[in-house]
Nanobody
Framework: EVQLQASGGGLVQTGGSLRLSCAASGFTFDTYAIGWFRQAPGKEREGVSGISSRDGKTYYADSVKGRFTISSDNAKSTVCLQMDSLKPEDTAVYYC??????????????????????WGQGTQVTVSS
């Protein structure tokens, strides 16, 4: 059974940092991409960042480039999202998700479409102004 456990959310002030973790189990980690998504109240879900555990390729939404850093520890089947210089507009529930990479579901495609198959529970990130 695929399981994704997100953790690390909390309340920080503007300019602060948080580190989210996504612990994965139930699948061959190094053949998947892991992505982070967020959803704020009244807004659509947004893709934030992704990483291919196969080759280390990364993806960042324009809104977080230069502030967020994604990393993968294949030995621990864990992906972390380091979030620095946080802004109030980063406030949302953050979810990690996983998808098996294939010729049809390439890393570029899944990040452009949000086409992820497995989703963890969310972790709340609140940035106060």
């Amino acid at each position: 059974e695929v399981q994704l456990q997100a953790s690390g959310g909390g309340l920080v002030q503007t300019g602060g940092s948080l580190r989210l973790s996504c612990a994965a189990s139930g699948f061959t980690f190094d053949t998947y991409a892991i992505g982070w998504f967020r959803q704020a109240p009244g807004k659509e879900r947004e893709g934030v960042s992704g990483i291919s555990s196969r080759d280390g390729k990364t993806y960042y939404a324009d809104s977080v480039k230069g502030r967020f850093t994604i990393s993968s520890d294949n030995a621990k089947s864990t992906v972390c999202l380091q979030m620095d210089s946080l802004k109030p507009e980063d406030t949302a529930v953050y979810y990690c998700a996983a998808v098996y990479l294939s010729p049809v579901r390439s890393f570029a495609v899944v990040n452009a479409t949000g086409w992820y198959d497995y989703w963890g529970q969310g972790t709340q990130v609140t940035v106060s102004s």
